[in-house]
C-alpha cells in the first residue's frame, strides 16, 4: 500500500491540519431584515468541480469553503422553503468575501 | 480479485455466489440494474450526456473531470441534463437504510452536512472531506449518524462517532484521488440497518455499468430526506469514477453501487459536483483495503 492510502486516525497524536492550498469562499448570510441567518445551507456550485459537501450557517450567519480551484462558482443558500444564490469568479489563492441577502427573516429554522 | 469483494449483511450465500460471478469474468461488463424505485425512470438517449471517451482495461482514461468535453454548454449546477431525482418513500427498506444522514460539527465549532453508508456493524464510510477538513480544524469533533432519515423521522435512531479515519493523502494534501474516510461507532448501529458489500471492480467491470446514487442533498428537504438518482458510469481512471448522475451539495459520501442480479455492491465514494461531471473515489484494492481494516476494527 503506497503512503497516500496510509491509514490515519483520530485517535493519534495531534493531528494539526497543514494549511491547503487554492482560493477561498466566506461570507454572511443575512435575512430581508439584515440579521445574520442561522443554519442556512450553503453549498458550492462550479464549472471547476466541487467537494459536494453543505456548511450551515452558524449564529453569526457566517460560512466559509477554502482550498478551492480559479473558476466560477455559484453560492446556494437554502433556508426554509426558499433558496438564494450568488455568482462570482475565483482566482488562484485569493479570498473572497460575499454577502447574501434572502428574502425570509434572520431567526433561521429548526435542526433535523 | 476475490480478495477485493467484501461480504454484506445481505444474504450471506448468496453473495457468495455473486463473488464467484465478478471472478469468474473480470475483463467483461457486469450486467447491472438501475434500482426499483417508484416513480424513477432512468433518462433516455436525449438526456445530456458527456462524450464517453474510449479507453483499453489499464490506461487512464481522463485525468481529471475537467478534461471532459461537454459541448461549449457550461452550466452552472451539478444537477446535468434535467432534475429526475426522487425521493426514496420508505427508507426502512433495502438498501436505503444502509444511508446515513451526517450531521458534522468541527472543532472550530461550525457544522456541514454529508452523507455516509454502513459497511459493518459500527463502520461508516464517507467522504474524506466529511472526517477531515482542513481549514476547520482537521478531524471533527464528532459526526451524527442518522441511517434511513426521513424528515424528522428517523426509523433507526441515530448515533455519535468521536474515531474517524482517513488515508495520509487527504490529511497531509487534500488529494482528490485518496477522498475517503470512515466513522467509527461505539454501537453497532449497523447490526440493525445492516450494510453494503463492496468491491474493486476492473474497468470492463464498470464501463457503461448503471450506478446508483442516493444520499441527502442540502438544496431537497434541508438534507433531511434520502433521494436516489441512476445513471451509466462514463469514465473512470485508475481513482475516479465519473458519471453524470445528479448530485448536490450534502450528498458527498454517498455511496456509489451497483444492483447486480439484486446484490448491491458499492464500488465508489462521491465526493464531487460540477457542470461538466460528477465524481468519486474509485474502490481500488488499495481503498478496499483499508475499508476492510476499518469495519473489523
Redesign the interface.
Known amino acids: 500500500?503506497?503512503?497516500?492510502?496510509?491509514?490515519?486516525?483520530?485517535?493519534d497524536a495531534d493531528?494539526?491540519?497543514?494549511?491547503?492550498s487554492g482560493a477561498?469562499i466566506s461570507g454572511v448570510v443575512r435575512g430581508a431584515s439584515g440579521a445574520p441567518l442561522r443554519n442556512a445551507?450553503?453549498?458550492?456550485?462550479?464549472?471547476?468541480?466541487?467537494?459536494?459537501?453543505?456548511?450551515?450557517t452558524?449564529d453569526d450567519g457566517t460560512?466559509?469553503f477554502?482550498?478551492l480551484r480559479a473558476g466560477?462558482y455559484?453560492v446556494?443558500v437554502?433556508h426554509g422553503g426558499g433558496?438564494s444564490q450568488a455568482?462570482l469568479t475565483v482566482d488562484e489563492q485569493q479570498e473572497h468575501e460575499v454577502t447574501i441577502t434572502t428574502k425570509e427573516e434572520g431567526h433561521g429554522?429548526e435542526d433535523? | 480479485m476475490n480478495e477485493h469483494l467484501s461480504r454484506s449483511s445481505e444474504e450471506p450465500r448468496a453473495a457468495a455466489v455473486f463473488e464467484k460471478a465478478i471472478v469468474a469474468e473480470p475483463a467483461q461488463p457486469l450486467a447491472t440494474a438501475v434500482e426499483d424505485v417508484p416513480g424513477y425512470q432512468k433518462p433516455g438517449q436525449g438526456t445530456a450526456r458527456l462524450r464517453v471517451i474510449a479507453g483499453d482495461e489499464k490506461g487512464i482514461l481522463v485525468r481529471d473531470?475537467?478534461d471532459v468535453a461537454f459541448g461549449n454548454r457550461?452550466?452552472?449546477?451539478?444537477v446535468i441534463g434535467g432534475d429526475d431525482r426522487v425521493a426514496i418513500r420508505d427508507t426502512r427498506q433495502l438498501p436505503w437504510r444502509f444511508i446515513c444522514?451526517l450531521?458534522m460539527h468541527m472543532r472550530d465549532?461550525?457544522?456541514?452536512?454529508?452523507t455516509g453508508w454502513f459497511i459493518g456493524e459500527k463502520t461508516v464510510m464517507t467522504?474524506g472531506?466529511?472526517?477531515?477538513?482542513?481549514?476547520?480544524?482537521?478531524?471533527p469533533e464528532r459526526i451524527e449518524v442518522?441511517p434511513g432519515?426521513d424528515?424528522?423521522f428517523r426509523p433507526f435512531g441515530s448515533a455519535v462517532g468521536?474515531?474517524?479515519?482517513?488515508?495520509?493523502?487527504w490529511?497531509?494534501?487534500?488529494?482528490t484521488?485518496?477522498?475517503y474516510g470512515a466513522i467509527q461507532l461505539d454501537t453497532p448501529l449497523g447490526r440493525r440497518t445492516g450494510f453494503f458489500a463492496f468491491g474493486a471492480l476492473s474497468d470492463a467491470q464498470l464501463r457503461e455499468t448503471d450506478a446508483n446514487i442516493s444520499g441527502y442533498p442540502?438544496?431537497r428537504d434541508?438534507?433531511?430526506r434520502q433521494y436516489f438518482h441512476a445513471r451509466t458510469i462514463q469514465q473512470t481512471n485508475p481513482t475516479r469514477l465519473f458519471y453524470d448522475i445528479d448530485?448536490?451539495?450534502?450528498?458527498?459520501g454517498s455511496p456509489i453501487f451497483l444492483n447486480v442480479s439484486g446484490r448491491r455492491v458499492a464500488v465508489g465514494i462521491?465526493?464531487?459536483?460540477?457542470?461538466?461531471s460528477?465524481?468519486g473515489t474509485r474502490i481500488t484494492a488499495?481503498?478496499f483495503?483499508?475499508m476492510n481494516?476499518?469495519r473489523n476494527e
Not at chain 1, 15 to 20: G, I, S, W
Not at chain 1, 46 to 51: E, I, K, L, T
Not at chain 2, 171 to 175: G, R, S, Y
Not at chain 2, 270 to 276: A, L
Open positions: 500500500m503506497s503512503d497516500e492510502h496510509r491509514s490515519r486516525s483520530s485517535e493531528e494539526t491540519p497543514k494549511a491547503v477561498a445551507l450553503v453549498s458550492l456550485d462550479s464549472d471547476a468541480g466541487v467537494r459536494d459537501i453543505a456548511q450551515k452558524g460560512f466559509r477554502a482550498n466560477r455559484v446556494n437554502h433558496s455568482h429554522h433535523v | 473531470a475537467a457550461l452550466l452552472m449546477e451539478s444522514a450531521r465549532g461550525s457544522d456541514f452536512v454529508g467522504a472531506h466529511c472526517v477531515f477538513v482542513h481549514d476547520h480544524g482537521g478531524f442518522i432519515l424528515r424528522t468521536r474515531r474517524f479515519r482517513a488515508p495520509q493523502g490529511i497531509d494534501n487534500a488529494d484521488n485518496v477522498d442540502g438544496d434541508q438534507a433531511s448530485t448536490f451539495g450534502g450528498q458527498s462521491h465526493t464531487t459536483g460540477g457542470s461538466r460528477n465524481s488499495d481503498v483495503n483499508n481494516t476499518w
